[in-house]
């Protein structure tokens, strides 16, 4: 049991990547605090869930401050597809709002309970397509998911005297529902997930169970001596 005694905190646990880190967090121990803006999704769950809207910045605060996790995973993203010519305002302000500004709230509220109680650990979820590689079509989303890092550095740099460890995982293609509503919105679902896996050096895209083991191992004290870091899960595609 690796989070015996730890307390976690995650959002957007109704699904995909968070679902599958929640589940596996519960697995190994840790009291956990699941919550998602769609209530239904978090059914069969293991703790305590709870509809919360991340762009909501007083419930978020509020939620983590009584939540008062030793772990906290800030999962809630969206992909907006495009490239710049196509981007509008209103694409942009969404993405940084929800990627970006929700993870910058909830570590502000996180933070000083975690000092409070001897340090904590603290996971942003990026993407590889962020500051790392580019994907066709994908503007808006790597430049959230690259300000993701950007933050996660600052914060890491600024807390690891004070115990607090921050990192982010910066996963490739990974197999979830709102990557079959990406596919499906192709127009021609089997070309894209075809292209979609051709792309992937080991010949598959990853599983959110894969994800969540390297987010239980953030999370947990066996990476005590890591922090400030955009830890890459991607079957290989950054690696050319
Ligand atoms: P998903 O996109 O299938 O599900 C997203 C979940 O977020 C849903 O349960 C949804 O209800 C919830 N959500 C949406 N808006 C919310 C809000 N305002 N407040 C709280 N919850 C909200 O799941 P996924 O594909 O596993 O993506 C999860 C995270 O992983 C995202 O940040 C995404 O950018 C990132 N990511 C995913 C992939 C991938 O290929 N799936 C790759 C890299 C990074």
Redesign the pocket.
């Given at each position: 049991m690796r989070l015996q005694g730890k307390r976690a905190f995650v959002?957007?646990?109704?699904?995909?990547?968070?679902?599958?880190i929640a589940d596996r967090f519960a697995a190994e121990g840790a009291e956990v605090t699941a919550?998602?803006?769609?209530a239904d999704?978090l059914a069969g769950l293991t703790g305590r869930t709870f509809?919360?809207?991340?762009?909501?910045k007083a419930a978020?605060q509020a939620a983590i401050i009584e939540a008062a996790p030793d772990i906290l995973v800030?999962?809630?993203?969206?992909?907006h597809s495009g490239t710049i010519a196509e981007a509008t305002d209103a694409e942009f302000d969404f993405a940084l709002n929800?990627?970006v500004r929700?993870q910058f709230h909830a570590m502000q509220a996180v933070l000083p309970g975690m000092v409070e109680r001897g340090g904590g650990s603290i996971v942003n979820?990026?993407?590889?397509?962020s500051s790392i590689i580019a994907a066709p079509n994908r503007f808006v989303?790597g430049m959230s998911?690259a300000a993701i890092i950007g933050m996660t550095k600052s914060v890491a740099i600024d807390y690891v005297t004070k115990g607090v460890r921050v990192n982010c995982?910066?996963?490739?293609?990974?197999?979830?529902?709102?990557?079959?509503?990406?596919l499906r919105a192709t127009g021609d679902y089997e070309a894209a997930k075809a292209a979609f896996i051709a792309r992937q050096p080991m010949g598959r895209?990853?599983t959110?169970g894969e994800?969540a083991a390297l987010a239980v191992y953030l999370g947990s004290d066996e990476s005590g001596f890591t922090t400030g870091q955009a830890h890459v899960i991607?079957g290989g595609w950054a690696v050319g």
């Open positions: 959002t957007a646990a109704g699904q995909g990547i968070g679902r599958a919550t998602d803006l769609r999704l509809a919360l809207d991340v762009t909501d978020l800030n999962c809630a993203g969206f992909v929800l990627n929700s979820i990026a993407s590889v397509v989303y998911k995982i910066c996963p490739g293609t990974v197999d979830s529902p709102s990557l079959h509503d990406r895209i990853g959110p994800i991607d």
